[in-house]
């Protein structure tokens, strides 16, 4: 079994930085790809940024390239996102999410933490 369990979330005004930080345990090195998205109220969830385990390749949504950084910590314990720049439309909960399969087959979920872009 997969635990996912996400930290860092908060408020900020646009133009802000937040650090996301999501702890990653169990049969980790069943995992290909770990990802974070991200739901806005009476939106569906969208998928935000994540990076490959085999090779660390990392992929992001258009909306977020540029601003947007994802890493992992040693022994891959740790999935990071740093979001610089941020904006009101980047406002929503943020889950971590872990597959066997590949970046659109998600089989394990955090809980989420709220991020709140606003002035």
């Known amino acids: 079994q997969i635990q996912l369990v996400e930290s860092g979330g908060g408020s900020v005004q646009p133009g802000g930085s937040l650090r996301l930080s999501c702890a990653v345990s169990?049969?980790?090195?069943?995992?290909?790809?770990i990802g974070w998205f991200r739901q806005a109220p009476g939106k569906e969830r969208e998928a935000v940024a994540g990076?490959?385990?085999?090779?660390?390749?990392?992929w992001y949504a258009d909306s977020v390239k540029g601003r947007f950084t994802i890493s992992q910590g040693n022994f891959k314990a740790t999935v990071n996102l740093r979001m610089n720049s941020l904006k009101v439309e980047d406002t929503g909960i943020y889950y971590c999410?872990?597959?066997?399969?590949?970046?659109?087959?998600?089989?394990?979920w955090g809980r989420g933490t709220q991020v709140t872009v606003s002035s």
């Open positions: 999410a872990g597959s066997r399969h590949g970046r659109t087959d998600i089989d394990y």
């Open positions: 169990g049969a980790t090195h069943s995992l290909t790809y």
């Open positions: 990076i490959y385990q085999f090779n660390s390749q990392t």
